[in-house]
């Protein structure tokens, strides 16, 4: 049974630092790109990045570059989401996604969103 369980949300103000975990389960995590998702209530969810599967490749959303970096640890079958510099405007709810039919290029990475999802972790920066 495949389980994806997000951990490390809460609430930061506005500068501050989080890491978000992942744990995998159920599938074989070290041949899956691994994305983040994030979604704020009444909007479309939103692509924050990718990892490939053997880590040496990273895509991320414009508003985050530079902020947030994607790990991955193959042996442990998780996935972390390191966001610094927190601001209001990244509050949401965030989703680890093992990603299903996604696509590289130029190591820029085209996400379907299909696949295995967790339950997501809630993340709110205030001001």
């Known amino acids: 049974q495949v389980h994806l369980a997000e951990s490390g949300g809460g609430l930061v103000q506005a500068g501050d630092s989080l890491r978000l975990s992942c744990a995998a389960s159920?599938?074989?995590?070290?041949?899956?790109?691994m994305t983040w998702f994030r979604q704020v209530p009444g909007k479309e969810r939103e692509f924050v990045g990718a990892?490939?599967?053997?880590?040496?490749?990273?895509d991320y959303v414009d508003s985050v570059k530079g902020r947030f970096t994607i790990s991955r640890d193959n042996a442990k079958n998780t996935v972390y989401l390191q966001m610094n510099n927190l601001k209001p405007e990244d509050t949401a709810v965030y989703y680890c996604?093992?990603?299903?039919?996604?696509?590289?290029?130029?190591?820029?990475?085209?996400?379907?969103?299909?696949?295995?999802w967790g339950q997501g972790t809630q993340v709110t920066v205030s001001s």
């Open positions: 996604v093992a990603d299903e039919g996604g696509t590289w290029y130029l190591n820029k990475y085209r996400p379907r969103g299909d696949g295995y």
């Open positions: 990892i490939s599967w053997t880590g040496v490749m990273t």
């Open positions: 159920g599938f074989t995590f070290n041949t899956r790109t």
